[in-house]
Nanobody
Framework: QVQLVESGGGLVQAGGSLRLSCAAS????????MGWFRQAPGKEREFVAA????????YYADSVKGRFTISRDNAKNTVFLQMNSLKPEDTAVYYC????????????????????WGQGTQVTVSS
């Protein structure tokens, strides 16, 4: 059974930092690209960042480029999202997700390219 468990969310002041983690199981983690998405209240879920299976390539939404960094540790089956210089508009529930098939990045910003999702972790940035 595939499982993704996010952690590391919380309340932080604007300008602060948080590091999200996503522990994966049930698939050969090292062969799958991974993504982070977020959903703010009243808004659709949106792409944040993605990383290829061996970290050779990373991708970011324009809104987080230069502030967020995605990384992974295949030995620990974990993907991370380091978030710096946080803004109130970063407030959302953050989700990690598995791509639909191994050794594939595809249209990494399209949530339909992902078939397994975690339960999400809340990030709240106060002004």
């Amino acid at each position: 059974q595939v499982q993704l468990v996010e952690s590391g969310g919380g309340l932080v002041q604007a300008g602060g930092s948080l590091r999200l983690s996503c522990a994966a199981s049930g698939r050969t983690f090292s062969t799958y690209a991974m993504g982070w998405f977020r959903q703010a209240p009243g808004k659709e879920r949106e792409f944040v960042a993605a990383i290829s299976w061996r970290s050779a390539s990373t991708y970011y939404a324009d809104s987080v480029k230069g502030r967020f960094t995605i990384s992974r540790d295949n030995a620990k089956n974990t993907v991370f999202l380091q978030m710096n210089s946080l803004k109130p508009e970063d407030t959302a529930v953050y989700y990690c997700a598995f791509q639909t098939r191994p050794y594939y990045v595809g249209n990494y910003s399209n949530e339909r390219q992902y078939d397994q999702w975690g339960q999400g972790t809340q990030v709240t940035v106060s002004s």
